[in-house]
């Protein structure tokens, strides 16, 4: 890959960021939202609110890098369909829905990722933003297995029948974004610089992850995918596909 290649795939890559970023900002206030409704604890209500904010502070941070790197002022799209509400589903099947998936997965992801990020970032604002973002990720997701065992709390039986039936198409859907990175997509000295990591280095953080990290925390919560946990053992058959976004 060339430098100018290189430098326009990091501006590329943090714009996405920052979507990603804004994103978590909606799904950490629609969960606020429904952890209202449903009355939890005053302290998961706080947790949440401080999340939202620390997320569009990433946003905005995602953004001054990629503008740092010459990128210009345009707006982030944002996929707003992706910010509606699930269909048909009460308030605590979404809420579980919404919490597993997007903070418990998603942040306990995050915290390795964005620190593999950090310890090769040598670009000034690249790595401000992300010492910001690992000064909040830990705890997001300290809260976010929390908030789901408070809302396991509420239909222990039901709750954990919902969420496990769903847990295998979830974990198969973080596989696909994050440890399907294809190798074309490495980045050169100055991607690395700028924070980004090699297709190998995704695949590798993904699946220790998964089993340092998701897999004994799903287990502590009740909730098992043995076809995934299978797949993990056999790892090495995936199929590239597309690209991917970081962002809790
Ligand atoms: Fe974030
Ligand atoms: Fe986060």
């Known amino acids: ?8 795939r990091a501006i590329l890559e943090w714009r996405a960021r920052a979507a990603a970023e804004h994103r978590s900002a909606a799904q950490a206030a629609r969960l606020l ?5 449903l009355g939890l604890d005053r302290a998961h209500i706080d947790a949440l609110a401080r999340t939202v904010a ?10 001054g890098v990629a503008r740092a790197l010459g990128g210009d002022d345009a707006p982030v799209d944002v996929e707003l369909a992706l910010l509606l509400p ?21 942040e306990t992801l995050a915290v ?33 297995w929390r908030h789901l065992d408070a809302l396991l709390r509420l239909d222990p039986e039901g709750g954990r029948r919902l969420l496990n039936d769903a847990l295998e198409g979830i974990l198969t859907g973080f596989a696909s974004a994050y440890a ?16 980004l990591l090699s297709g190998s280095t995704w695949r590798r ?19 098992e995918a043995p076809r995934f ?13 597309g690209a991917v976004h970081a962002g809790t």
């Open 54 to 63: 620390d997320e569009l502070d990433h946003a905005a941070l995602a953004l």
């Open 205 to 223: 953080v993904f699946w220790r992850t998964w089993s340092r990290q998701l897999r004994p925390k799903l287990s502590r919560a009740g909730l």
């Open 33 to 37: 939202h429904l952890g209202v409704v």
């Open 112 to 144: 390795d990722l964005f620190a593999t990020m950090r310890a090769a970032a040598t670009q000034p604002e690249a790595r401000s933003a992300l010492d910001r973002i690992l000064r909040d990720e830990p705890r997001h997701r300290r809260w976010a």
């Open 180 to 195: 399907d990175v294809p190798a074309a997509l490495d980045p050169g000295a100055t991607g690395r610089a700028a924070g």
């Open 229 to 241: 946990a299978a797949r993990a053992e056999a790892r090495g058959s995936l199929p590239p596909t």
């Open 1 to 8: 890959m060339t430098a100018d290649l290189d430098l326009q």
């Open 86 to 106: 699930g269909p048909g589903r009460g308030p605590l099947a979404e809420a579980l829905l919404l919490c597993l998936t997007e903070l418990c997965v998603g």
